[in-house]
């Protein structure tokens, strides 16, 4: 049995009270981010997939917010993410970024648990944990494993 485990880093990019989520156009949405590659540090990976996907030249990684491991036993699947607090001057919640890939689409909601469970922003932990985030201001780790 093969099992595919990932790494991954993940944004959670916040102005004027409203996160950017991206979302697999037809499918599900998540927060900004992806794959880290072997050899690659947490951070270099967020900064590589926001440029490649937003084409942000510049953002900060401000803190490290925490930890969500997620895994679906029945699809052998696991991954690790690993959730940045991040900024940009070149992101702002009055417009919707363009994406540079043809697959995904951006859009910023209000942080609260009931947009982030209508927008089924994956993996579901995420849905309590950025609330929480907010409101204590500490790292925090998740899992369903």
């Given at each position: 049995?093969?099992?595919?485990?990932?790494h991954v880093a993940r944004a959670l990019i916040m102005d004027d009270n409203q996160i950017l989520i991206a979302r697999m156009k037809g499918a599900?949405?998540?927060?900004?981010?992806?794959g880290i590659e072997?050899?690659?540090g947490a951070q270099t990976a967020l900064k590589r997939e926001l440029q490649e996907e937003?084409?942000?030249k510049t953002c900060e990684i401000i803190r490290f917010l925490g930890v969500i491991e997620f895994g679906i036993k029945a699809k052998n699947y696991c991954e690790i993410n690993h959730l940045f607090e991040v900024k940009s001057k070149e992101l702002s919640a009055s417009v919707a970024?363009?994406?540079l890939e043809a697959h995904l689409e951006f859009y910023?909601?209000?942080p609260t648990l009931d947009?982030?469970?209508r927008e089924d922003v994956l993996p579901y932990l995420v849905q309590d944990m950025i609330p929480q985030l907010l409101k204590d201001g500490k790292p925090l780790w998740a899992s369903n494993l």
């Open positions: 049995m093969t099992i595919q485990f990932r599900h949405s998540f927060l900004p981010g992806g072997l050899g690659e937003l084409g942000i970024p363009e994406s910023w909601i209000e947009n982030l469970k």
